[in-house]
């Protein structure tokens, strides 16, 4: 079964500044696409982006990047210019390719301080 | 971009009861939708895979009998606690994913939630 770990209970960051949250995860699979879920303090689930494992090229969207490690199944989450509206809990997930389930980390709860 | 509406968000139920909460995908359809509980401060856990015109697939350790759910359309799934006891007392979240031709490793869409309180 796959599993994914991240390692972070709680990160700060002060605004402005560059936060990287980790992500681990184990599967013998070599098709899967991993995700990075943002949860606000009203529990929507809201997706901040998006890897597939074929690419090796990391996926970005504005102020947030990852670093995809494939061989080190590594997938952390890099946000850059950090905002109070950031603050939040992340969770990493990973999909594989073929039963099309979403498993999730543990999550990370992200402050951002003045 | 596509929204998954769940009701109700909050509901207080007394102990024995059953109760009823909605999924309903608003402006796409869903062959599959995904039902999960999330305690305070974990992570979502998925508890069961709902698939339209056929029985939903529970995960290892989730009774079936005990949340049953109705996927009886393309656009709504329906999860049903029954006999409700407080440790059932969790936060209920569904998700569904668009029915495009490339959707299965699209994203998931979810809904807002439905906090339960069972006294």
């Known amino acids: 079964a796959q599993t994914v770990t991240q390692s972070q209970p709680e990160m700060s960051v002060q605004e402005a500044e560059t936060v990287t949250l980790s992500c681990t995860y184990d599967?013998?699979?070599?098709?899967?696409?991993l995700f990075w879920y943002k949860q606000p303090p009203s529990r929507q689930m809201i997706l901040v982006i998006r890897?597939?494992?074929?690419?090796?090229q990391n996926a970005t969207e504005n102020r947030f990047s990852v670093n995809f490690q494939k061989a080190a199944k590594s997938f952390s989450l890099k946000i850059s210019d950090s905002q109070l509206g950031d603050a939040a809990m992340y969770f990493c997930?990973?999909?594989?390719?073929?039963?099309?389930?979403?498993?999730f980390g543990t999550g990370t709860r992200l402050q951002v301080t003045l | 971009g596509a929204v998954v509406s769940q009701h109700p968000s909050w509901v207080i139920c007394k102990s024995g009861t059953s109760v009823k909460i909605e999924c309903r995908s608003l402006d796409f359809q869903a062959t599959t939708m995904f039902w999960y509980r999330q305690f305070p401060k974990q992570s979502l856990m998925l508890m069961a895979t709902s698939n339209e015109g056929s029985k939903a697939t529970y995960e290892q350790g989730v009774e079936k009998d005990k949340f049953l759910i109705n996927h009886a359309s393309l656009t709504l799934s329906t999860l049903t606690v029954t006999s409700a006891h407080p440790e059932d007392s969790s936060f209920y979240i569904c998700?569904?994913?668009?029915?495009?031709?490339?959707?299965?490793?699209?994203?998931?869409?979810f809904g807002n939630g439905t906090r339960l309180t069972v006294t």
């Open positions: 998700s569904a994913r668009d029915l495009g031709p490339s959707s299965y490793n699209s994203p998931l869409h």
């Open positions: 599967t013998s699979e070599s098709d899967y696409y």
């Open positions: 997930a990973y999909l594989t390719g073929t039963a099309s389930k979403l498993t």
């Open positions: 890897q597939e494992a074929y690419k090796q």
